[in-house]
């Protein structure tokens, strides 16, 4: 299959491509730097990456390399992920976000491809907000209600995919994945700062392990299985649908951290710092993604406990390489 992939060069894009690669797939994307980083330089081997500002995309070129490179599936990973960086710039949130959306649609709708390739449309469980009990593990037919403009901008998404769909025949799949998480994932996030905290504490280089409030429950996927979910859909998913993607279990963020302290290598103490405490958090947000099995038969398959460790792992090699 020839895949064309935005947001190579990120988390989520380098597991992508990984998993692409080993499936025999042909693989060029774009991404703003257009090289990939040092953790991802094997990549350049096999995978060809061009350089375009997805936000400011020149409509006609865009067009014009999807037309060359005539992908038979295309992956939107492209995107400001980050929630809390969302407050901080929810304009460059939403140009990113769904004016890269309506770039990128657009550009493969103007390329004229026939067949269409399906593009896998990636959102996000947290534009459904903070569902009520009764609608938790969260299917597909809970109300979207984002609360921060990166949830808003990925429900936006969503609904453009549809509507392209609908009104321009675009072939569209939409995974709503929840939370994931894996070797590579920027210290941004929150089991990936822990890890690299213990990995310090380890090091000598912090006397502790500074939190937020960890009194939280998330459906976490490792990265590994949520690549492989992509491409599934890319190959069975149905035009205009939406999918959830999720294991259906919750992970306590202060059992993470437990697990994180008892594969240390010394006793780690730690301490809340109030710059970490969120002012919007959910409290509990797990998936339903039974929708997912039914359509490609996907099962989640690397435990939490080995995500965690795979993380662990990283995050010392990570430090260690800081000192030499």
Not at 78 to 86: D, E, F, I, K, L
Not at 136 to 152: D, G, H, M, Q, T
Not at 153 to 174: E, P, R, T
Request: a negative charge.
């Amino acid at each position: 299959m020839r895949a064309f992939v935005t947001g190579i060069s990120g988390f989520v894009g380098g597991h992508l491509t990984e998993h692409l690669l080993d499936s025999g797939d042909q693989v060029v994307g774009i991404s703003a730097s257009g090289r990939f980083p040092a953790d991802l330089s094997h990549l350049a081997r096999s995978a060809r990456i061009e350089r375009l500002d997805l936000a400011d995309a020149d409509p006609a070129a865009f067009a014009d390399l999807i037309r060359r490179k005539r992908p038979e599936a295309v992956y939107h990973l492209a995107a400001q992920s980050n929630p809390r960086a969302s407050v901080d710039d929810p304009r460059g949130t939403w140009a990113l976000n769904l004016g890269g959306a309506l770039n990128l649609l657009s550009a493969v709708r103007d390329a004229g491809l026939s067949p269409t390739p399906r593009v896998v449309l990636v959102g996000s469980g947290v534009s459904y907000g903070n569902p009520p009990p009764d609608r938790i593990p969260v299917s597909e037919s809970c109300p979207l209600r984002p609360n921060v403009p990166y949830a808003a901008s990925k429900a936006a998404a969503d609904l453009l995919g549809i509507q392209m769909h609908l009104s321009d025949g675009l072939d569209v799949v939409i995974a709503r994945p929840f939370n994931h998480a894996g070797p590579r994932q920027s210290p941004r996030y929150v089991l990936a700062t822990l890890a690299e905290q213990v990995a310090e504490v380890e090091a000598g280089l912090k006397d502790a392990v500074e939190v937020g409030d960890l009194d939280v429950v998330r459906d976490y996927t490792d990265v590994r299985d949520v690549a492989r979910a992509y491409r599934l859909l890319a190959e069975g998913g149905t035009p205009g649908e939406v999918y959830n993607l999720g294991t259906g279990r919750g992970l306590r963020l202060t059992d993470a951290l437990e697990k994180f302290r008892s594969l240390a290598t010394r006793p780690v103490d730690v301490r809340v710092d109030p710059a970490r405490v969120r002012a919007v958090d959910l409290p509990y947000l797990v998936a339903d993604a039974s929708k997912l099995r039914e359509a490609v038969g996907w099962e989640p398959q690397i435990p939490i406990d080995r995500t965690l460790a795979d993380m662990l792992a990283d995050a010392r090699a990570r430090v260690a390489a800081r000192g030499e």
